[in-house]
């Protein structure tokens, strides 16, 4: 528990360092961002739409599913984890090849290695501004949520906290999942919604899309962290920007729950 203290107080130090700054900048009329000057996908091509509708298709339908009832949980083994990040890194792979197939520089999609160095620091900048809002929230959402709703990967991991089921969990919670879920919610779906539609209506709507396919308890703890994901991309246009703070927060969750064991 005193690590668990320890952690989360050095985070919360930072993100206050990181409020200081973005309170300091709106004070003199400064975005906290800067803008990304580079060209920006139009999402009108049949590769970019195919994109978009299996983007579309599998919040929409998971969203489906846990309306028609109650979730019930069930067991999930280790094999399904390995099975499913090896899933979404063929999806992503194959997501990538299509938008690379519309003859737009992969750029234009947000998905850029050049200045490596900033869009790391963008990603730290991000991550800690949003530690306080989580940690807000996911207090105010305590009541809510409890063991029967915590995450199927966190389960596991205090059921079996052996090397190989922490190495396969990291890989999934951290590289995997960060990966995918950026790539169909912010570079997608928030790319597509923004070329028709302002920023002040598509991030929220990506960002309630990303929260609630996570159940609805988790999803209310979830959406300050989605709305910081969406203004991110929106400003700097930084795919690796956006799965670094997802992976940070993933990272911290599954580093609180190894030291912690009972945190729900």
């Known amino acids: 528990m005193f690590a668990t203290s320890c952690l989360f107080s050095a985070l919360i130090l930072a993100s206050a360092f990181a409020?200081?700054?973005?309170?300091?900048r709106r004070i003199d009329c400064r975005p906290i961002l800067e803008w990304n000057e580079e060209p920006r996908a139009t999402w009108r091509s049949i590769p970019e739409m195919l994109v978009v509708y299996v983007a579309l298709l599998?919040?929409?339908?998971h969203l489906f599913v846990l309306s028609l009832s109650p979730p019930?949980?069930?067991p999930i083994t280790l094999d399904a984890v390995a099975r499913g990040a090896a899933v979404n890194f063929c999806l992503i792979l194959a997501a990538i090849g299509i938008l690379a197939s519309s003859h737009r520089p992969l750029a234009e999609f947000g998905m850029s290695f050049r200045q490596l160095s900033v869009q790391a620091r963008v990603a730290l900048f991000g991550f800690c501004a949003a530690v306080l809002p989580m940690a807000v929230s996911m207090l105010a959402t305590l009541p809510l949520r409890g063991r029967e709703t915590q995450h199927s990967l966190l389960k596991l991991l205090t059921e079996q906290p052996d090397v190989t089921t922490i190495g396969i969990i990291a890989m999934t919670a951290v590289i995997s999942a960060p990966l995918w879920e950026e790539l169909m919610f912010r570079v997608v779906l928030?790319?597509?919604?923004?070329?028709?539609?302002?920023p002040k209506l598509a991030i929220p709507i990506?960002?309630?899309l990303f929260s609630f396919i996570h159940g609805w308890q988790n999803g209310l703890a979830l959406l300050p962290l989605a709305l910081i994901l969406g203004y991110v991309f929106?400003?700097?246009h930084s795919?690796?920007?956006?799965v670094?703070?997802?992976?940070?927060f993933n990272a911290t969750m599954l580093t609180a729950q190894l030291l912690n064991p009972q945190i729900p």
């Open 234 to 236: 929106h400003r700097r």
């Open 58 to 61: 599998w919040p929409v339908s």
């Open 190 to 198: 928030q790319g597509w919604l923004t070329s028709m539609f302002t």
């Open 72 to 74: 019930i949980p069930s």
């Open 244 to 248: 670094m703070i997802h992976a940070l």
């Open 19 to 24: 409020w200081q700054t973005i309170i300091r």
């Open 239 to 242: 795919y690796l920007s956006v």
């Open 206 to 208: 990506v960002a309630a």
